[in-house]
Protein backbone atom coordinates (compact mmCIF):
# COMPACT_ATOMS: atom_id res chain seq x y z
CA UNK A 1 0.00 0.00 0.00
CA UNK A 2 1.09 3.50 -1.27
CA UNK A 3 0.08 6.81 0.16
CA UNK A 4 0.50 9.94 -1.60
CA UNK A 5 -0.04 13.31 -0.76
CA UNK A 6 -0.08 16.08 -3.33
CA UNK A 7 0.44 20.11 -2.40
CA UNK A 8 1.35 23.02 -3.55
CA UNK A 9 -1.49 24.19 -5.68
CA UNK A 10 -3.26 27.17 -5.90
CA UNK A 11 -4.14 30.45 -7.82
CA UNK A 12 -1.89 31.94 -10.26
CA UNK A 13 -1.97 34.41 -12.72
CA UNK A 14 -1.43 33.78 -16.54
CA UNK A 15 2.24 33.05 -17.17
CA UNK A 16 2.65 32.65 -13.54
CA UNK A 17 4.77 29.41 -12.08
CA UNK A 18 3.59 27.04 -9.35
CA UNK A 19 5.41 23.68 -8.10
CA UNK A 20 3.52 20.78 -7.40
CA UNK A 21 4.46 18.21 -4.69
CA UNK A 22 4.09 14.20 -4.45
CA UNK A 23 4.80 13.13 -0.90
CA UNK A 24 4.48 8.73 -0.77
CA UNK A 25 4.59 7.08 2.08
CA UNK A 26 6.51 3.52 1.98
CA UNK A 27 10.10 2.39 1.89
CA UNK A 28 9.97 1.22 -1.83
CA UNK A 29 9.10 4.64 -3.77
CA UNK A 30 12.66 4.53 -5.43
CA UNK A 31 10.98 0.85 -7.20
CA UNK A 32 7.87 2.79 -8.84
CA UNK A 33 7.77 4.56 -11.55
CA UNK A 34 5.51 8.30 -11.16
CA UNK A 35 3.18 10.34 -13.11
CA UNK A 36 0.98 13.37 -12.72
CA UNK A 37 -2.52 13.57 -14.18
CA UNK A 38 -5.26 16.50 -14.36
CA UNK A 39 -9.01 16.69 -14.64
CA UNK A 40 -10.98 19.89 -15.43
CA UNK A 41 -14.50 20.33 -14.75
CA UNK A 42 -16.43 18.54 -17.44
CA UNK A 43 -13.45 17.01 -18.72
CA UNK A 44 -11.60 13.15 -18.18
CA UNK A 45 -8.31 12.76 -16.34
CA UNK A 46 -5.50 13.50 -18.39
CA UNK A 47 -1.73 12.73 -18.37
CA UNK A 48 0.39 15.21 -18.10
CA UNK A 49 4.16 13.65 -17.29
CA UNK A 50 5.63 10.97 -16.06
CA UNK A 51 8.57 9.64 -15.01
CA UNK A 52 10.54 6.41 -14.74
CA UNK A 53 11.92 4.53 -10.99
CA UNK A 54 15.72 6.47 -11.37
CA UNK A 55 14.57 9.72 -12.97
CA UNK A 56 16.61 9.12 -15.75
CA UNK A 57 13.55 9.57 -17.93
CA UNK A 58 10.73 11.43 -18.57
CA UNK A 59 7.72 12.20 -20.40
CA UNK A 60 5.17 14.63 -21.41
CA UNK A 61 2.21 15.40 -22.45
CA UNK A 62 2.17 17.99 -25.96
CA UNK A 63 0.43 20.30 -24.11
CA UNK A 64 2.90 21.16 -21.22
CA UNK A 65 6.20 20.22 -23.46
CA UNK A 66 8.57 23.14 -22.34
CA UNK A 67 6.60 24.50 -19.69
CA UNK A 68 6.72 21.71 -16.98
CA UNK A 69 9.10 19.71 -15.64
CA UNK A 70 9.04 16.18 -13.96
CA UNK A 71 11.08 15.63 -11.21
CA UNK A 72 11.95 12.98 -8.20
CA UNK A 73 14.36 12.52 -5.11
CA UNK A 74 13.63 9.00 -3.88
CA UNK A 75 15.63 10.08 -0.78
CA UNK A 76 12.81 12.02 0.14
CA UNK A 77 10.13 9.87 -1.10
CA UNK A 78 8.93 12.81 -3.17
CA UNK A 79 7.85 13.73 -6.71
CA UNK A 80 8.05 16.67 -8.05
CA UNK A 81 5.99 19.31 -10.71
CA UNK A 82 7.33 22.51 -11.97
CA UNK A 83 5.10 24.31 -13.64
CA UNK A 84 5.90 27.37 -15.72
CA UNK A 85 4.07 30.00 -18.29
CA UNK A 86 1.25 28.45 -16.60
CA UNK A 87 -1.87 29.41 -18.65
CA UNK A 88 -5.95 29.46 -18.15
CA UNK A 89 -6.00 26.07 -19.94
CA UNK A 90 -3.70 24.34 -17.50
CA UNK A 91 -6.63 24.89 -14.72
CA UNK A 92 -8.02 21.71 -13.05
CA UNK A 93 -7.20 19.18 -10.43
CA UNK A 94 -3.58 17.47 -10.06
CA UNK A 95 -3.16 14.22 -9.23
CA UNK A 96 0.12 12.39 -8.70
CA UNK A 97 0.10 8.71 -9.10
CA UNK A 98 2.09 5.36 -8.72
CA UNK A 99 2.64 2.56 -11.39
CA UNK A 100 4.70 -0.51 -12.53
CA UNK A 101 5.66 2.22 -15.34
CA UNK A 102 5.77 5.50 -16.78
CA UNK A 103 2.88 5.07 -19.04
CA UNK A 104 0.21 7.68 -20.14
CA UNK A 105 -2.72 5.79 -19.14
CA UNK A 106 -4.24 6.07 -16.21
CA UNK A 107 -5.48 2.88 -15.48
CA UNK A 108 -1.90 1.81 -15.51
CA UNK A 109 -1.06 3.56 -12.16
CA UNK A 110 -2.24 1.47 -8.96
CA UNK A 111 -2.36 4.41 -6.49
CA UNK A 112 -3.62 7.96 -5.95
CA UNK A 113 -3.61 10.83 -4.55
CA UNK A 114 -6.47 12.95 -3.49
CA UNK A 115 -5.67 15.88 -5.83
CA UNK A 116 -4.24 19.55 -5.63
CA UNK A 117 -6.33 22.44 -7.51
CA UNK A 118 -4.72 24.51 -9.39
CA UNK A 119 -6.12 27.74 -11.02
CA UNK A 120 -4.89 29.97 -13.87
CA UNK A 121 -6.61 33.49 -13.99
CA UNK A 122 -5.98 35.03 -17.50
Known amino acids: QVQLVESGGGLVQAGGSLRLSCAAS????????MGWFRQAPGKEREFVASIKRSGANTYYADSVKGRFTISRDNTKNTVYLQMNSLKPEDTAVYYC???????????????WGQGTQVTVSS
Open 26 to 33: GRTFGRYA
Open 97 to 111: AVGRIATMTPHEYEY
